[in-house]
């Protein structure tokens, strides 16, 4: 059954690119140098081809 679900399943959203996990969003600071205490996401997709431009999941506050 697995090697069928690899044939039948969709293509997905984006490229392994796309997607990355722990990333800052930083509300001082830069990308590269966040301040202290940004919110962080689990999650980042963006995909805009797929009508997603941009999904953050799972942010949380760092103590």
């Known amino acids: 059954m697995a090697p069928q679900a ?3 399943a969709s293509d997905g959203i984006g490229i392994i690119t796309s997607y990355a996990t722990e990333v800052a969003l930083p509300s001082t600071g830069t990308w590269k140098n ?3 205490g940004c919110a962080w996401a689990d999650i980042v997709l963006i ?3 797929a009508g997603l431009p ?3 999941h799972g942010g949380r506050q760092l103590h």
């Open 6 to 8: 690899c044939v039948d």
């Open 34 to 36: 966040p301040g202290a």
């Open 54 to 56: 941009l999904l953050f």
């Open 47 to 49: 995909a805009p081809e």
